[in-house]
Every structure is written in structure tokens, then in C-alpha cells.
């Protein structure tokens, strides 16, 4: 599979969608995720994993916490793919 691909997968589920929300406003450890959530946090993980595999967020240690950071240059290549349906893109495709 592509990683557009992959990336519209891992979007198209809703909790990985609030999770992403989540952290544009500022990052959060694991923990502070789940807390808006009522799941467990090995399902929390596995939303994390998704999102991690496919570049939309990234991780960093920060003494016993891991906290995830939002990767706005994956949504910057899914928004230049969504605006080549637009006018300025609608000639690419009558090429």
C-alpha cells in the first residue's frame, strides 16, 4: 500500500481523528490522551502506533513520559493531493 494510502486508512477511523485533534493543540503524553477517551490504554497504543507508522504524529521521551507531537508536514502533502481537485489543479487533470 502507499503511504497516502495508508495515511487516508489511519484518518478514517474517529478516535485516531480526535486524537489528531488533540494534539494540534498541544502535545500530550499517552496518558493524557486516554483521559479523553473511555477505552484502554494497550487501545490507545494501538491508535498511537497507527498514527506513528504513517508519520501523522511523533514521539519523543521526556524523562518517564513519551509525548506525541502533531507531524503537519504529512497533512501538508494530504492537502496538496486534495488541491489538485481544486480550480488551480483542475488543469493538471484536462492535460
Given at each position: 500500500?502507499?503511504?497516502?494510502?495508508?495515511?487516508?486508512?489511519?484518518?478514517?477511523?474517529?478516535?485516531?481523528?480526535?486524537?489528531?485533534?488533540?494534539?494540534?493543540?498541544?502535545?500530550?503524553?499517552?496518558?493524557?490522551?486516554?483521559?479523553?477517551?473511555?477505552?484502554t490504554k494497550p487501545s490507545i497504543s494501538h491508535h498511537?502506533?497507527?498514527?506513528?507508522?504513517?508519520?501523522?504524529?511523533?514521539d519523543r521521551r521526556q524523562g518517564q513520559n513519551i509525548?506525541?507531537?502533531?507531524?503537519?508536514?504529512?497533512?501538508?502533502?494530504?492537502?496538496?493531493?486534495?488541491?489538485?481537485?481544486?480550480?488551480?489543479g483542475e488543469a493538471k487533470w484536462k492535460q
Amino acid at each position: 500500500m502507499s503511504p497516502l494510502n495508508d495515511t487516508f486508512k489511519a484518518l478514517s477511523d474517529q478516535t485516531r481523528r480526535q486524537i489528531l485533534k488533540l494534539l494540534h493543540e498541544k502535545d500530550l503524553s499517552a496518558g493524557e490522551i486516554a483521559e479523553h477517551f473511555e477505552m484502554t490504554k494497550p487501545s490507545i497504543s494501538h491508535h498511537l502506533n497507527i498514527l506513528k507508522q504513517t508519520d501523522l504524529i511523533s514521539d519523543r521521551r521526556q524523562g518517564q513520559n513519551i509525548y506525541y507531537t502533531l507531524n503537519t508536514s504529512v497533512f501538508e502533502t494530504v492537502m496538496a493531493w486534495f488541491l489538485e481537485f481544486t480550480e488551480k489543479g483542475e488543469a493538471k487533470w484536462k492535460q
